[in-house]
């Protein structure tokens, strides 16, 4: 059984950072590609960033500068550095895996594991 629990979240003044973390488990993890997504209120999931099956990195423009994505797969470990938080950045954050290579990274339904969220509110 495949299982992915976001942690790292909270409340963070704008111009802040947060890392989020993802551990997954139930797959051998480093053959996957992973991804983040976040969703705020009255919005649909939108892509943040995502590994791809090859490694390469990828993020959406939104936040390309300021997000990092990596891995340590020593602890089956997914992360999302967020630098420069903004109050749009607002949303609940979650991490998704795939079990086929995606032809989209970007669509959430490509994604077939995704853990419970994580809360990030940018307020001051």
């Known amino acids: 059984q495949v299982q992915l629990v976001e942690s790292g979240g909270g409340l963070v003044q704008p111009g802040g950072s947060l890392k989020l973390s993802c551990v997954v488990s139930?797959?051998?993890?480093?053959?996957?590609?992973m991804g983040w997504f976040r969703q705020a209120p009255g919005k649909e999931r939108e892509f943040v960033a995502a590994?791809?099956?090859?490694?390469?990195?990828l993020y959406t423009d939104s936040v390309k500068g300021r997000v990092t994505i990596a891995t340590d797969n020593a602890k089956n470990t997914v992360y999302l550095q967020i630098n420069s938080l903004k109050p749009e950045d607002t949303a609940v954050y979650y991490c998704?895996?795939?079990?086929?290579?995606?032809?989209?990274?970007?669509?959430?339904?490509?994604?077939?594991?995704w853990g419970q969220g994580t809360q990030v509110t940018v307020s001051s």
């Open positions: 998704a895996s795939p079990r086929n290579p995606p032809r989209d990274y970007a669509r959430p339904n490509e994604y077939d594991y």
């Open positions: 139930g797959r051998t993890f480093g053959n996957h590609a």
């Open positions: 590994i791809s099956w090859s490694g390469t990195l």
